[in-house]
């Protein structure tokens, strides 16, 4: 980029400042690689307050769903890639409902964007309740 007054570039702001900030001065104990800084500090163990709620360490978590719940549960289970991908071809006749409706009835769009936002909200829902076992099975490989 050519500054106003000459060709060369412009970094620097009116006052002489640089538009991006310097690095932290820590980055300088990592000059040799990442084994030559400090080690990590430990995993947090035990409660923990984050978000306006306590959370335990000690067990998995997954948030409440907060809407209808569109997939099947049996004997207390669930068959997570199934259900994610009859939800993901539910979320895309919902979607070409929702063009359907917005071409032919555009006052009527809000009844079709919930449904569509309810499917999605089911899926991030599956996507949360697959984490802990996703986490389980990368621990035991490494």
Do not use: W
């Not at 990442?34 to 990590?40: L, M």
């Not at 068959?79 to 409902?97: C, P, R, S």
């Not at 929702?98 to 899926?123: D, I």
């Amino acid at each position: 980029m050519e500054s106003a007054a000459g060709g060369g570039s412009d970094t620097t702001g009116e006052a002489g400042v640089s538009q991006f900030p310097a690095p932290p001065s820590f980055y300088k104990q990592y000059q040799e690689g990442p084994e030559a800084g400090p080690p990590p500090p430990p995993p947090v163990a035990g409660e923990i307050f984050a978000f306006a709620e306590y959370f335990s360490t000690e067990q998995d978590y997954v948030p409440p769903l907060t809407t209808d719940k569109l997939y099947a549960v049996q004997n207390g289970s669930v068959d997570i890639k199934q259900e994610l991908m009859e939800l993901n071809k539910g979320v895309l006749f919902l979607f070409l409902e929702l063009l359907t409706v917005l071409v032919q009835q555009p006052s009527q769009y809000a009844q079709a964007l919930s449904q569509v936002k309810v499917a999605l909200l089911n899926m991030s829902h599956l996507i949360n309740m697959a984490r802990p076992l996703q986490v389980n099975c990368y621990v035991s490989v490494a």
